[in-house]
């Protein structure tokens, strides 16, 4: 009687989370070369810049693989989880950002992927804190292991001649939705100056839902009062809304 053949040993999925950064781009062309067959994976919150679509394109021509566009099954953007959910920022961060990317990601996600995610070498401290929070997840840095920066990553960019997203054109520090609620007094100041429409109508919320989305030491302080000479964008706190943000968020509000 022949022998029974083994059942094939299937191997763990390699999965990429892509936002619309440099770093993650450069993430998945070097994980894409150890693994051919890795997973593209973006999470789509629903109110980025346009131009991200664009960018996500020009990703997939150079990697010449798709990306998977995940999105929430319940949410079109960021402004209906605010309006239906009445509720924009606190303590524990963002409604949005764990309905539009956290949620989504882990209707997507399996418990054996191999997740790949864009820290650059600045960020050690920010990986070594994930992998603390998140044991259940088997991470990989590629750009640490290599050393990159975020530098080295528009470098890498700018070299394959694929133009950054609109975004950080602009001047902005992070590609995050239009009208983020982590962003500060400058941020803000910034998205008045060039989104006007996005600003009246976080303003117009803010009044609606009786909460504001900034703050100082004296307390809370509404849009349509806030002065034009305030914060500065360049030098605030950085912030960035993706899913690194979200998996701790859930860790801080467990």
């Not at 950064?21 to 810049?49: F, W």
């Not at 099954?73 to 924009?88: A, I």
């Not at 920066?149 to 528009?154: F, G, W």
Request: proline residues 7%; negative net charge; contains cysteine.
């Amino acid at each position: 009687m022949p022998d029974q053949e083994q059942p094939r040993e299937i191997a763990p999925r390699v999965v990429v989370w892509i936002s619309a950064g440099a770093a993650s781009a450069g993430a998945g062309k070097i994980t894409l070369s150890a693994h051919p067959d890795a997973v593209l994976a973006y999470p789509d919150p629903g109110s980025e810049h346009p131009d991200n679509a664009r960018f996500l394109d020009d990703l997939e021509r150079w990697y010449d693989r798709p990306i998977v566009r995940l999105r929430s099954d319940r949410y079109v953007d960021t402004w209906q989880v605010w309006t239906e959910r009445r509720f924009l920022v606190g303590p524990a961060g963002a409604l949005c950002t764990a309905e539009l990317k956290k949620k989504p990601r882990f209707a997507f996600e399996r418990p054996d992927d191999v997740q790949v995610f864009g820290y650059t070498s600045e960020e050690q401290h920010r990986a070594d804190r994930f992998r603390q929070q998140n044991p259940e997840v088997t991470l990989v840095t590629p750009l640490i292991e290599r050393g990159m920066t975020k530098d080295d990553c528009l470098a890498l960019l700018a070299r394959t001649g694929i133009e950054l997203p609109t975004m950080y054109l602009l001047g902005y520090r992070n590609n995050n939705c239009i009208g983020c609620p982590k962003g500060g007094m400058g941020y803000w100041n910034k998205i008045r100056v060039d989104f006007p429409d996005t600003f009246a109508r976080m303003a117009a919320l803010e009044r609606d839902l009786g909460h504001t989305v900034l703050r100082d030491k004296n307390g809370a302080i509404w849009l349509d009062e806030l002065d034009p000479s305030r914060g500065n964008a360049t030098t605030e706190s950085d912030f960035e809304c993706s899913l690194l943000c979200a998996m701790v968020e859930q860790e801080v509000a467990a």
